[in-house]
Every structure is written in C-alpha cells, then in structure tokens.
C-alpha cells in the first residue's frame, strides 16, 4: 500500500479516520423472530446479516452426525446487490466457500460444540452491502447472532482486517483500502483469551511489519469487543424488560 494514496500528511485516510480509527459501527440482536438467533451489523458502508438455528438435529445423513460434539454449517453469500456489479452466481462460488469454510472453522473455535453431540447449528451470513471488510462484519454479525439464539461460546468473536501504509498500520480497512493493493490482514480472535481463530494474510509481509499488523488488527478486535458487549447487554435487558411484562 502506498501511503501517498491512503495517508494525507497530516495523518488522516481518505475517509476522514486516523489509521486506528474504526468506521462506526450499528448493530442489533433478534431480528428475525423465526430463527433461533439473528443479528445484523453496519460496519461503515458495509453491511451484514446473520442468522442462526439450532442446537437441532442432523439434516440428511445421520452419518454426518459427531458423537462427541456438534456439527457446525455455515453458509457465506454476497448478495446480487452488495455491490456495484451485478453478482449472477451469490451463491456456490469458490470464494463464498472458502470463507463459509473459514467460519466455520472460526466457530467451531468458540463455540461450545461438545455440549451438544449428535446435533447441528447452523449459521447464515449474508453481506447485503460490500464496502470493505466483508468476512469480517459477517463474523461480528454471527457471533451476536449465536449469541442470541442462547448457544454457549468460549467468548465473543471480533474480527478486524488491518493494512499498512509504507509502515503506518490501518484497521478496518475500506473496500477502496483494500484495492490499493497492499496485504491485507484479516483476524478473528477470542479477545478474552487471546486466542486466535482465524488469521489470513492476502501476500506476503516481513516479519516485523507482520507484527505490526497485527498488533493493529488485535486492538481493532478488542475495541469491537467492547461495541458488541453494549449490544449484548442491551438486548438481555430488552429480554428482561419483555419478561417482567
């Protein structure tokens, strides 16, 4: 990435942020009443949903069936309209399976899959607007939305993306960022541990400017721990509130 491109001289990105700056965030839990939990999720222009149902159990082939854990399904799509192309095929393309493959495999990270044996849950996320950051809003979306449908995590789930600008980290990366052409970072972590997830890099990176990165991408998820914990906490009170009537 080139910073003349991405960084001002005074420190500001072409959206107005500093490089650690986060683009505002707007979330809210139990959005469809039919699926066991649901969420949805702006990060900037980019925008998610999630939906989850389960602990349920298994669909097709009982041979699927884990008898010491639960399955976890995931499904990624883009829809036709979140972006400015026209998408023909939003669903059963390669890209959209590797990243259901890679949430999946984030999920079964967190998720507390050995309560439920013999069974699965399954997750939906769909990006309803592309502006950067895609796979990452679709995690935020997906964890308050397995949150919501009462399955017990580890802990939350954040993920950021982070880049650099000559040696400048930036976090939560535009889809214009993201076109510069530089690596890109994308994390997944457990904030409360520390553990990681899921961690993609899109080229090649030096070790030190990788440490940088993701030092960057760590604090970026942290802080969207602390968004989603409100979120969280506001929507058990919503709960609470509902039951005392």
């Known amino acids: 990435m080139a910073s003349p491109e991405l960084l001002s001289a005074e420190g500001f990105r072409a959206d107005g942020r500093r490089p650690a700056e986060l683009r505002k965030v707007r979330a809210r839990m139990g959005v469809f009443a039919q699926a066991d939990g649901s969420a949805y999720i702006e990060q900037g222009n980019t925008k998610a949903l999630a939906v989850v149902y389960g602990p349920h159990e298994i669909r097709g082939s009982r041979s699927k069936a884990l008898p010491d854990r639960a399955l976890v399904n995931c499904q990624y799509s883009l829809a036709t309209f979140s972006t400015g192309e026209r998408r023909r ?16 495999q984030t999920f079964e990270a967190a998720i507390l899959t050995s309560l439920y044996p013999r069974s699965q849950i399954d997750i939906y996320v769909q ?37 650099l600008a000559d040696s400048t980290p930036l976090t939560d990366l535009s889809s214009a960022e993201e076109a510069a052409g530089g690596p890109t970072l994308l994390l997944a972590l457990l904030p409360a541990s520390g553990h990681i997830a899921l961690l993609q890099l899109s080229a090649r990176l030096h070790h030190e400017r990788l440490e940088v990165a993701l030092e960057a991408a760590g604090n970026a998820c942290r802080a969207l721990h602390a968004l ?4 969280v906490r506001e929507r058990l009170k919503q709960i609470t509130a509902a039951l005392g009537d």
Do not use: K, W
């Open 228 to 231: 989603l914990d409100r979120v």
């Open 127 to 163: 990006i309803l607007q592309a502006d950067g950051g895609t796979y990452c809003a679709g995690v935020n979306a997906a964890t308050l939305a397995v949150m919501d449908a009462g399955i017990p995590m580890q802990d939350f789930v954040c993920a950021c993306s982070a880049g």
């Open 89 to 104: 095929r939003p669903h059963g393309d390669r890209q959209a399976a590797e990243l259901a493959l890679n949430l999946r």
